[in-house]
């Protein structure tokens, strides 16, 4: 019982870090992959929905440059929000998909394994 509740709370602490970009996705990335027989589909989802943020917030800065300052500003702060959405749906252990977008990002990184 005991080992299973540490199992689980190395889970959560892989799926908090997959949304603490770009660092925390490599490391979460590298625990993923180092345990990988042990894992469940818990540790992939938050890797994938943290994969498609950080992609997301790539592209949106980059077209934000172009807009005028609030607009890049509104950018920011939808997917500070995001992250914050997964952080906690991560360390409750839940598996929920980001409001709007997270489907998506999901199966456009559906390959990551």
Same mark, same amino acid.
């Given at each position: 019982?005991? %080992? $299973? =509740? &540490?199992?689980? $709370?190395?889970?959560?602490? &892989?799926?908090?870090?997959? #949304?603490? !970009? *770009?660092?925390?996705?490599?490391?979460? !990335?590298? =625990? #993923?992959?180092?345990?990988?027989?042990?894992?469940?589909?818990?540790?992939?989802?938050?890797?994938?929905?943290?994969?498609? =943020? $950080?992609?997301?917030?790539?592209?949106?800065?980059? +077209? /934000?440059? !172009?807009? *005028? +300052?609030?607009?890049?500003?509104?950018?920011?702060?939808?997917?500070?929000?995001?992250?914050?959405? /997964?952080? &906690?749906?991560?360390?409750?252990? %839940? $598996?929920?998909?980001? *409001?709007? &977008?997270?489907? +998506?990002?999901?199966?456009?990184?559906?390959?990551?394994?």
């Amino acid at each position: 019982m005991e %080992e $299973q =509740l &540490i199992n689980k $709370q190395k889970d959560k602490t &892989i799926g908090v870090l997959a #949304y603490l !970009f *770009p660092i925390g996705w490599i490391v979460a !990335f590298i =625990l #993923y992959n180092n345990k990988k027989a042990e894992t469940g589909e818990y540790e992939l989802f938050h890797i994938r929905q943290g994969l498609g =943020l $950080q992609a997301l917030s790539v592209v949106l800065f980059i +077209f /934000g440059l !172009f807009l *005028p +300052f609030h607009l890049g500003t509104i950018f920011r702060l939808a997917i500070l929000a995001f992250v914050i959405i /997964g952080l &906690i749906s991560a360390n409750n252990g %839940e $598996q929920k998909y980001l *409001p709007g &977008i997270g489907e +998506f990002l999901y199966n456009l990184f559906k390959n990551v394994k």
